[in-house]
């Protein structure tokens, strides 16, 4: 049988954590804590399961209390309350909305625009509907996006640019001016806006979140995605959301019906249970930040280069001093079977490859865990 996606191998968090698993080494690869949700969701998720009545079916659009909360969630931090009948839909994780989102608005010859490195899984989802991915580069060190290549990539045939901020695998930060550039650009066209912003609340050093969900002019034609399994340390929990207007709430729900219809239902009650707790979020820019200055006060002696990570899980390094010509994926590899740390190469995360000697690490990890990854290295070196 012809392959849909004949030069699609495994996803590389799969085979990183399978190498690492293989040769014992610490997982820095990919992106999950290595530390349990806040004792008051796994107690609620508890109750939720012994009780009677709550083991059904949710509705196809979410839990009516859920889908409230997340709209009071997003009225406090981002100033703008979505409908939860109209504009919030819960789905299997942020991956069911990105795909969701692609199966129901491109169309084959469609383009989508992608700021390249990009998540693994946003060009695959756009070329199963027949679609076309055009990228447009992220250059290191900031990654930041230069919005006269966005324009230039710009076409009539433009059905989506898909946005991530904080973003991964780099770290970088979108401000409200990258917003309002954006803006300008799309402003008179039909082209619509997936902004995905799992990591919204691990945002560094005094910045906050651009949420698209703030910008009253994009929003308008915008998918909003956001994730619980990273707001409450739970990434097997497979439960997010994603905002958007009536009519494209309303295209991304035929869709999101016959793909899974619903989500696990104790799950959302559990979930809606600790969402009006603020103090469960509000703590996490610092607690994150932590980290990220834990790793980087690590790594500082050892051969890598660090390169600014203003947000989300990662870290981002360059190994050129370490191992001269090396490419990223035989370094990984290197580091996992010879010092025992996986970490993820970037070039995993570009249509055709990269040449740059970059690697990412997750530091959504305990202290102890980083610590220890850190003695790995000094000693392998
Ligand atoms: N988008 C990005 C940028 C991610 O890093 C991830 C998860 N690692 C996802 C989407 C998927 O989120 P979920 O686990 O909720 O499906
Ligand atoms: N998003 C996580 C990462 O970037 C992994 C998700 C997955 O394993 N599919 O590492």
Redesign the pocket.
């Known amino acids: 049988l012809p392959s849909k996606l004949p030069d699609v191998g495994t996803s590389i968090?799969s085979v990183m954590t399978q190498l690492a698993q293989e040769h014992g080494a610490i997982n820095l690869a990919?992106?999950?804590p290595d530390y349990d949700p806040p004792r008051e969701l796994l107690e609620a998720l508890a109750r939720h399961v012994l009780t009677p009545g709550h083991q059904q079916y949710a509705p196809m659009p979410g839990l009516l209390r859920l889908r409230e909360a997340i709209s009071q969630k997003t009225a406090r931090l981002y100033g703008y309350a979505p409908n939860p009948d109209t504009e919030i839909t819960v789905?299997?994780?942020?991956?069911?909305?990105?795909y969701a989102v692609m199966a129901a608005v491109v169309r084959p010859g469609d383009e989508v625009l992608l700021l390249e490195p990009a998540?693994d899984?946003y060009a695959p989802a756009v070329r199963l509907q027949g679609g076309v991915p055009v990228y447009v580069p992220l250059m290191p060190p900031g990654f930041r996006p230069d919005w006269d290549r966005v324009a230039a990539a710009l076409s009539p045939r433009t059905r989506l640019v898909l946005i991530?901020s904080p973003?991964?695998?780099t770290g970088a930060v979108l401000s409200a001016a990258d917003l309002d550039a954006l803006a300008g650009l799309l402003r008179n066209t039909d082209t619509l806006l997936l902004s995905?912003e799992?990591?919204e609340h691990m945002v560094f050093d005094g910045a906050t979140h651009a949420s698209v969900s703030a910008h009253p002019e994009l929003r308008e034609r915008a998918f909003v995605?956001?994730?619980?399994?990273?707001t409450y340390h739970a990434?097997g929990w497979?439960?997010?959301y994603c905002l958007a207007p009536p009519a494209l709430t309303a295209e991304l729900r035929r869709v999101h019906q016959f793909i899974t219809f619903s989500v696990s239902t104790p799950t959302q009650h559990a979930l809606a249970d600790v969402l009006p707790d603020t103090a469960l979020y509000d703590g996490l820019p610092a607690f994150y930040q932590q980290k990220r200055d834990l790793l980087r006060e690590l790594l500082a002696p050892t051969g890598f280069e660090l390169l600014p990570s203003q947000g989300?899980?990662f870290q981002v390094a360059d190994f050129s001093a370490l191992a001269p010509g090396l490419d990223d994926v035989a370094f990984a590899r290197r580091l996992t079977e010879q010092a025992g740390v996986a970490v993820v190469p970037l070039s995993a995360f570009y249509h055709n490859g990269h040449d740059d000697q970059l690697v990412r690490f997750c530091f959504a990890k305990q202290p102890t865990t980083l610590q220890a990854a850190a003695e790995r290295l000094r000693q392998a070196e």
């Open positions: 968090f990919q992106g999950f789905t299997s994780g942020a991956t069911e909305a990105l998540y899984l991530n973003h991964n695998p995905d799992v990591y995605l956001s994730s619980f399994g990273k990434t497979k439960v997010g989300g899980y």
